[in-house]
């Protein structure tokens, strides 16, 4: 759960912190030995990656649908993947399993089977481009900093990413793909025009690709959109662009094109992705600061936590679980998913 700073939930926070739910995840550490029992609090959000989407038709009003973790099949393990800043926004990357809480539907997890700082797990990441006419005078810059930010992200041996542009329908340039040339050549062969259907874009990325990325291992996913957030043409509303993010496991990041001066509803649009999935929005004031955007992203990829754990009492029932995931020090704020969904 992101949290620009802890004021309105102390209350909250001196409930939980109360309830020794800090050496429950010190002690599930190892997994031999099982928690004891906790008092039933909010649950996290595990969004499983292998479970079969259940939203092949938009669904409506489910915004506040949110997952960070992800279950594995067979094992009904959650995998987390957040970040933590101090008050200034700068990462902090040297915590341990003992500086946080976590609550999954209300419970403390079962076990905790991992935690990892700096996590290297692999990255499939999705670059959505809009080229609608609203962005024809900025896009050919666009294109060269999305270049630049798959050059340095990309771990060939081990990550994949895939290429869409969108105007009024989806248009995937590439398939899953390490190549980076593949990559750059996809993103050069983008052509603005027509109008904007940026929530079916957000949809079919989750569902057509991210949704479908995982295997055996667990993996890191991530979705890079860069628009003005407006949107003339979707069939699917926001909230269900949303609630597909969270069945993918996909943290969004969203970079705005919108260089008025003044902030517009598309701004807001993106924010919410953004804030919803565990991720967060650039509003860049020039279209020239792009790159400073997309070494922020990477900054950030590379300073994430990775919690595998086990759930409490974990029913396979299609229900949606928050989380809440929090650091015992109220200096620093924890960036997460606010919940998954069970599979079914």
Known sequence: MTRAG????????????????????????????????????????????????AAQNPPQNQAQDNSQYTITQQVNEVDLVFTVTDRHGRFIRDLKQSDFALLDDQKAPERVYSFTQQTNLPLRLGVLIDTSTSIHTRFAFEQQAAKEFLLQILKPASDKAFVM??????????????????????IDSLRPGGGTALFDAVYSACRDRLLASRGQEPVRKAMVLISDGDDNQSHAYLDDAIKECQRAETIVYAISTNVSPSRDR????????????????FFPKNISDMPISFEAIQDELRSQYALVYKPADFKADGAFRPIYLFCLDRRYSVRVRKGYFAPK
């Open 266 to 281: 598309g701004d807001d649009v993106l924010q919410k992705i953004a804030e919803e999935t565990g991720g967060r929005a």
């Open 165 to 186: 542009g969108f105007d009024v329908t989806p248009d995937y340039k590439t398939a899953w793909s390490n190549n980076l040339d593949t990559l750059s050549t996809g």
């Open 6 to 53: 802890f004021k309105p939930f102390l209350c909250l926070s001196a409930v939980l912190l109360a309830l020794p739910l800090a050496a429950p995840l010190q002690a599930q550490t190892s997994p031999a030995t099982t928690a004891p029992a906790q008092p039933q609090q909010a649950q996290p959000a595990q969004t499983p990656a292998d479970a079969t989407p």
